[in-house]
């Protein structure tokens, strides 16, 4: 394969053109490596290498301006809106930022296309008079405001234009126009100067005027890189501009055209593969690139053109080890690097002026990865130790003096993550550049092993070095919210840099660093709408027609930048692979790119269509988790059955083994995490604890309707102390939490009233116990060792002469759950009758200690379901309507014999513990 450089280099050398006295001019400055390497052996003899540039880099020379740093610009232009600017109240310079970053793209464009600037700005500023009656003698402030602002555009445009020139200074679209202003001088002052163009393809206006008047003076030559295929086709927009070019230079009415090549009809093996997700792309370039490593043993000939920047690191993680020599021609964006996480949650936090930081942001921080090894004391980090304060103490809010108290050695440290920045810029970039210099000292002292790390610290020493440069010239950043949008326009600008070996082993490039360049094997990720091409986009101020009429470049000659590209990337190839992603993401990429669909209707080549999927083994024979019993885990049971196995451990057990497993054999608690609203068994416990203080001073006597009123009272600071003690500092004065605290105090109050109408209808009321533990040994003949039951009644009281066991339960519980027909599903059904298990062991232990000479009655009063009353249990005959509402000797009876069938189950060292389906 032979590469349009080697064809431009070998007809100048046909020509006896002295290569090292002329100016070879590409599209970028990537392709002038790969110039200078195919011009080493293309020359028999030694010469000196000629200049080659960029066409940035020749305008610039042109235009003597130098150029300016987007977010140089942004500073320069508000500097220059607010000289402009007549009013007493200018935006803020993060207002500003806002809409001017749009407008400078706009006069980018209106130079480098040489629109006559008078005239669009006027034109824009008549329309907008139109579209809101100017006539109009009723017009409102903000169409005044309005209309005033279009009319300043062209005041705006000149004044910068004016103050950028007399600094020196310019963005592009003004150094391609000053270049324009300039040729003629640079002609007569260079007489003897030849420059060859070559790789170009869509020019504005500038680029067109400045390479037709060296042409026209023959001061230059220019090759095109365009194939048969798309030039003759008058649809194809792969050849749009170049087209153009032939049909409307004067130059061509006498001059040849070069070159039209006949390349794209060879041979060539093109493969779309559809694959899911950016991943599933990074991981099928790995597999390709795996198997071309196999088969021709070098990749030197082979490159990765990705079509979506995000795709970089992904890829450099599934390249096969198998391939050493690498060269990534496009650079890492810095926003990609974890370090850039760790500033942006510093500003979030920052930006909001408080003293008392939220919780996940503050352990958020502590736990970055560049962070958390500057908590290290010893063989321990004291970042667990911090988090478990907070847990433990249910801190949603936390001051920096409060959390200098969970660990004062690293007080430095936290005075500089959360000291105040008093929304001062200047306190900010010294509080972060100070931050990176603490960092840097840590990762030296094990240097070998953190110098990628060392390397990303270094790139963001230097964005913030550049914002204080910044900031102490202009002065214009304020606040913080202003610096945080600085921060973010020079973050996307900047890249980390990959060094390598530019000419050897396998490339990965960008779709614009391919442009001259020529591979035999191409990858092409991201082939997807949206994507490859950009599709639609109007980030301007200048309408569609504006820009038709002025010959702007709208979203149709976007798209055939893109065409031009992705055809002449496969124009010589060999072998070529089009990646897209399968998975539409509207924010992304939509489905597979028009280009796709091209390559399948032009009929050219027969193009191989797969979709990839990763290779998963499905395992048909996925079961359930069963763990068996040996003699250590009946060890801890015995010990567990010794100390007291309570209802809610049975219960557990009934609705999954395994978690009855984790719980109380493993000792796996689960996690407790900070309880930001007030979690369900809270609330619960809170009535519990509330009720307890109520009723226990009348413990063994009768109550009266007068003594539960003067309860009513006390239920504010009772409830607001339980609320503190479970609660411990997290905040129940607002949000859904302080609706919890008020159904809390509306629970006990309704119950009360309940309690206080039920009395006074004449019914009597003895409280027996309140919160009363009971522990029984329970006598099973199988089992050769103690087996305690325990368990904590809520309360027990004797109404009208019947003696009532209640659980207090929180949640909703209705009659149908306390209600049992087939003693079997006790200890099988977790869902309908845990709660008839609990209430039958509660009154099981109470009979256990004092068998039942009166009527006995146990049941659930639910605080969502108060108008249900005293839920009893009730064993209900089968086939009948007919219940038993009173615990008998008989019922009893039946729940003791499901107890210890469900206790030798337990114990049966042939039962395993078998996960059930959830």
Same mark, same amino acid.
């Given at each position: 394969?032979?590469?349009?450089?080697?064809?431009?280099?070998?007809?100048?050398?046909?020509?006896?053109?002295?290569?090292?006295?002329?100016?070879?001019?590409?599209?970028?400055?990537?392709?002038?490596?790969?110039?200078?390497?195919?011009?080493?052996?293309?020359?028999?003899?030694?010469?000196?290498?000629?200049?080659?540039?960029?066409?940035?880099?020749?305008?610039?020379?042109?235009?003597?301006?130098?150029?300016?740093?987007?977010?140089?610009?942004?500073?320069?232009?508000?500097?220059?809106?607010?000289?402009?600017?007549?009013?007493?109240?200018?935006?803020?310079?993060?207002?500003?930022?806002?809409?001017?970053?749009?407008?400078?793209?706009?006069?980018?464009?209106?130079?480098?296309?040489?629109?006559?600037?008078?005239?669009?700005?006027?034109?824009?500023?008549?329309?907008?008079?139109?579209?809101?009656?100017?006539?109009?003698?009723?017009?409102?402030?903000?169409?005044?405001? +309005?209309?005033?602002?279009?009319?300043?555009?062209?005041?705006?445009?000149?004044?910068?234009?004016?103050?950028?020139?007399?600094? *020196?200074?310019? +963005?592009?679209?003004?150094?391609?126009?000053?270049?324009?202003?300039?040729?003629? &001088?640079?002609?007569?002052?260079?007489?003897?100067?030849?420059?060859?163009?070559?790789?170009?393809?869509?020019?504005?206006?500038?680029?067109?005027?400045?390479?037709?008047?060296?042409?026209?003076?023959?001061?230059?030559?220019?090759?095109?890189?365009?194939?048969?295929?798309?030039?003759?086709?008058?649809?194809?927009?792969?050849?749009?501009?170049?087209?153009?070019?032939?049909?409307?230079?004067?130059?061509?009415?006498?001059?040849?055209?070069?070159?039209?090549?006949?390349?794209?009809?060879?041979?060539?093996?093109?493969?779309?593969?559809?694959?899911?997700?950016?991943?599933?792309?990074?991981?099928?370039?790995?597999?390709?690139?795996?198997?071309?490593?196999?088969?021709?043993?070098?990749?030197? &000939?082979?490159?990765?053109?990705?079509?979506?920047?995000?795709?970089?690191?992904?890829? @450099?993680?599934?390249?096969?080890?198998?391939?050493?020599?690498?060269?990534?021609?496009?650079?890492?964006?810095?926003?990609?690097?974890?370090?850039?996480?760790?500033?942006?949650? $510093?500003?979030?936090?920052?930006?909001?002026?408080?003293?008392? +930081?939220?919780?996940?942001?503050?352990?958020?921080?502590?736990?970055?990865?560049?962070?958390?090894?500057?908590?290290?004391?010893?063989?321990?980090?004291? $970042?667990?130790?911090?988090?478990?304060?907070?847990?433990?103490?249910?801190?949603?809010?936390?001051?920096?003096?409060?959390?200098?108290?969970?660990?004062?050695?690293?007080?430095?440290?936290?005075?500089?993550?959360?000291?105040?920045?008093?929304?001062?810029?200047?306190?900010?970039?010294?509080?972060?550049?100070?931050?990176?210099?603490?960092?840097?000292?840590?990762?030296?002292?094990?240097?070998?092993?953190?110098?990628?790390?060392?390397?990303?610290?270094?790139?963001?020493?230097?964005?913030?070095?550049? $914002?204080?440069? @910044?900031?102490?010239?202009?002065?214009?950043?304020?606040?913080?919210?202003?610096?945080?949008?600085?921060?973010?326009?020079?973050?996307?600008?900047?890249?980390?840099?990959?060094?390598?070996?530019? $000419?050897?082993?396998?490339?990965?490039?960008?779709?614009?660093?391919?442009?001259?360049?020529?591979?035999?094997?191409?990858?092409?990720?991201?082939? &997807?709408?949206?994507?490859?091409?950009?599709?639609?986009?109007?980030?301007?101020?200048?309408?569609?027609?504006?820009?038709?009429?002025?010959?702007?470049?709208?979203?149709?000659?976007?798209?055939?930048?893109?065409?031009?590209?992705?055809?002449?990337?496969?124009?010589?190839?060999?072998?070529?692979?089009?990646?897209?992603?399968?998975?539409?993401?509207?924010?992304?990429?939509?489905?597979?790119?028009?280009?796709?669909?091209?390559?399948?209707?032009?009929?050219?080549?027969?193009?191989?269509?797969?979709?990839?999927?990763?290779?998963?083994? @499905?395992?048909?024979?996925?079961?359930?988790?069963?763990?068996?019993?040996?003699?250590?885990?009946?060890?801890?049971?015995?010990?567990?059955?010794?100390?007291?196995?309570?209802?809610?451990?049975?219960?557990?057990?009934?609705?999954?083994?395994?978690?009855?497993?984790?719980?109380?054999?493993?000792?796996?608690?689960?996690?407790?995490?900070?309880?930001?609203?007030?979690?369900?068994?809270?609330?619960?416990?809170?009535?519990?604890?509330?009720?307890?203080?109520?009723?226990?001073?009348?413990?063994?006597?009768?109550?009266?309707?007068?003594?539960?009123?003067?309860?009513?009272?006390?239920?504010?600071?009772?409830?607001? *102390?339980?609320?503190?003690?479970?609660?411990?500092?997290?905040?129940?004065?607002?949000?859904?939490?302080?609706?919890?605290?008020?159904?809390?105090?509306?629970?006990?109050?309704?119950?009360?009233?309940?309690?206080?109408?039920?009395?006074?209808?004449?019914?009597?009321?003895?409280?027996?116990?309140?919160?009363?533990?009971?522990?029984?040994?329970?006598?099973?003949?199988?089992?050769?060792?103690?087996?305690?039951?325990?368990?904590?009644?809520?309360?027990?009281?004797?109404?009208?002469?019947?003696?009532?066991?209640?659980?207090?339960?929180?949640?909703?519980?209705?009659?149908?759950?306390?209600?049992?027909?087939?003693?079997?599903?006790?200890?099988?059904?977790?869902?309908?009758?845990?709660?008839?298990?609990?209430?039958?062991?509660?009154?099981?232990?109470?009979?256990?200690?004092?068998?039942?000479?009166?009527?006995?009655?146990?049941?659930?009063?639910?605080? *969502?379901?108060?108008?249900?009353?005293?839920?009893?249990?009730?064993?209900?005959?089968?086939?009948?309507?007919?219940?038993?509402?009173?615990?008998?000797?008989?019922?009893?009876?039946? +729940?003791?014999?499901?107890?210890?069938?469900?206790?030798?189950?337990?114990?049966?060292?042939?039962?395993?513990?078998?996960?059930?389906?959830?």
């Amino acid at each position: 394969m032979t590469t349009f450089i080697h064809d431009v280099l070998a007809d100048l050398n046909k020509k006896q053109v002295d290569v090292s006295k002329i100016t070879l001019i590409l599209p970028s400055k990537r392709a002038g490596v790969f110039l200078k390497h195919e011009l080493t052996n293309s020359i028999q003899t030694p010469i000196f290498s000629p200049i080659i540039l960029s066409i940035e880099e020749f305008v610039e020379e042109l235009s003597q301006l130098k150029a300016i740093s987007n977010t140089e610009l942004l500073f320069e232009f508000y500097e220059t809106y607010l000289q402009v600017h007549e009013e007493q109240n200018p935006d803020s310079f993060d207002t500003f930022s806002k809409w001017a970053q749009i407008l400078l793209q706009d006069f980018n464009e209106i130079d480098r296309y040489l629109i006559p600037q008078e005239h669009i700005f006027d034109y824009l500023s008549a329309i907008k008079e139109l579209n809101h009656w100017s006539v109009d003698t009723k017009q409102t402030n903000f169409v005044k405001n +309005y209309l005033v602002f279009w009319k300043r555009l062209k005041i705006y445009y000149n004044q910068l234009t004016e103050n950028l020139i007399n600094k *020196k200074k310019g +963005y592009q679209g003004l150094i391609y126009r000053e270049a324009v202003e300039n040729i003629q &001088n640079y002609i007569e002052t260079n007489p003897d100067k030849h420059h060859v163009f070559l790789g170009f393809n869509a020019l504005n206006k500038a680029e067109e005027t400045i390479i037709q008047e060296l042409l026209e003076n023959s001061h230059a030559d220019i090759y095109w890189d365009i194939d048969k295929s798309f030039f003759e086709n008058k649809n194809h927009d792969a050849s749009l501009f170049i087209r153009q070019h032939q049909n409307q230079w004067k130059y061509f009415e006498s001059n040849p055209f070069n070159w039209v090549t006949s390349h794209y009809k060879q041979t060539k093996d093109i493969s779309v593969i559809g694959v899911p997700k950016n991943v599933g792309q990074a991981k099928c370039i790995g597999n390709i690139l795996n198997k071309l490593q196999e088969e021709n043993n070098t990749l030197n &000939n082979t490159a990765v053109v990705l079509g979506e920047e995000s795709l970089l690191l992904p890829v @450099l993680n599934s390249i096969p080890e198998a391939i050493k020599a690498l060269n990534i021609t496009m650079g890492l964006p810095l926003k990609s690097i974890p370090l850039a996480t760790l500033f942006e949650q $510093l500003f979030f936090v920052h930006k909001k002026e408080t003293t008392n +930081y939220y919780f996940k942001d503050v352990i958020k921080i502590l736990s970055h990865q560049f962070i958390r090894p500057l908590l290290q004391s010893g063989f321990s980090n004291d $970042l667990q130790k911090v988090v478990q304060i907070i847990e433990s103490n249910n801190l949603i809010y936390i001051s920096l003096s409060r959390l200098t108290t969970f660990a004062p050695q690293h007080k430095t440290l936290f005075k500089l993550l959360f000291g105040k920045w008093d929304n001062n810029p200047s306190t900010a970039l010294k509080q972060c550049q100070t931050l990176i210099l603490i960092i840097k000292a840590h990762l030296e002292q094990q240097k070998k092993e953190n110098l990628l790390a060392l390397e990303h610290l270094f790139k963001f020493n230097t964005l913030f070095n550049e $914002l204080i440069l @910044l900031d102490e010239q202009y002065k214009h950043v304020s606040d913080i919210a202003s610096l945080f949008s600085v921060y973010k326009e020079l973050l996307s600008t900047q890249t980390l840099d990959f060094k390598g070996e530019p $000419l050897e082993g396998l490339q990965i490039m960008g779709m614009l660093e391919s442009r001259v360049l020529d591979f035999e094997t191409i990858i092409i990720s991201s082939v &997807n709408e949206g994507i490859l091409p950009s599709g639609k986009s109007n980030n301007s101020f200048i309408p569609y027609d504006v820009k038709l009429e002025n010959n702007l470049p709208t979203y149709k000659e976007k798209d055939a930048v893109y065409t031009y590209h992705f055809y002449r990337l496969l124009q010589r190839a060999k072998r070529i692979f089009i990646i897209y992603n399968t998975e539409i993401d509207p924010l992304k990429g939509g489905e597979k790119s028009r280009f796709i669909t091209q390559l399948d209707l032009e009929g050219i080549h027969k193009i191989k269509h797969t979709i990839a999927v990763p290779n998963i083994a @499905l395992d048909t024979n996925i079961k359930e988790t069963v763990i068996t019993k040996n003699d250590d885990v009946i060890n801890q049971l015995k010990k567990y059955a010794a100390k007291g196995l309570s209802p809610s451990a049975l219960t557990s057990y009934i609705r999954n083994p395994i978690d009855f497993y984790f719980q109380k054999v493993l000792k796996i608690k689960e996690y407790d995490d900070v309880e930001e609203t007030v979690a369900a068994n809270t609330l619960g416990t809170v009535i519990h604890n509330t009720l307890e203080d109520f009723y226990k001073p009348f413990e063994g006597r009768l109550i009266t309707w007068e003594q539960i009123s003067e309860m009513k009272p006390k239920i504010a600071v009772t409830v607001t *102390k339980h609320f503190k003690d479970l609660f411990k500092e997290g905040d129940i004065t607002k949000g859904k939490n302080l609706i919890v605290f008020e159904i809390s105090k509306r629970y006990i109050f309704n119950f009360l009233e309940l309690e206080i109408a039920d009395l006074k209808a004449g019914n009597t009321l003895e409280i027996l116990a309140v919160e009363l533990d009971n522990t029984v040994e329970i006598q099973i003949p199988e089992l050769d060792f103690p087996v305690r039951i325990t368990g904590k009644v809520d309360r027990i009281d004797k109404r009208n002469g019947i003696t009532r066991v209640i659980d207090y339960k929180s949640g909703n519980v209705d009659s149908s759950k306390v209600q049992i027909t087939n003693w079997e599903d006790l200890t099988t059904d977790y869902d309908k009758y845990s709660k008839s298990f609990q209430v039958l062991t509660y009154a099981y232990l109470m009979h256990s200690k004092n068998p039942f000479t009166e009527p006995v009655e146990a049941g659930i009063i639910s605080f *969502k379901n108060l108008n249900g009353g005293f839920l009893k249990f009730a064993k209900k005959e089968t086939g009948s309507n007919q219940k038993i509402e009173i615990i008998n000797h008989e019922i009893l009876e039946e +729940y003791q014999t499901q107890l210890k069938q469900l206790i030798l189950e337990i114990f049966n060292l042939e039962i395993p513990f078998t996960e059930k389906a959830t």
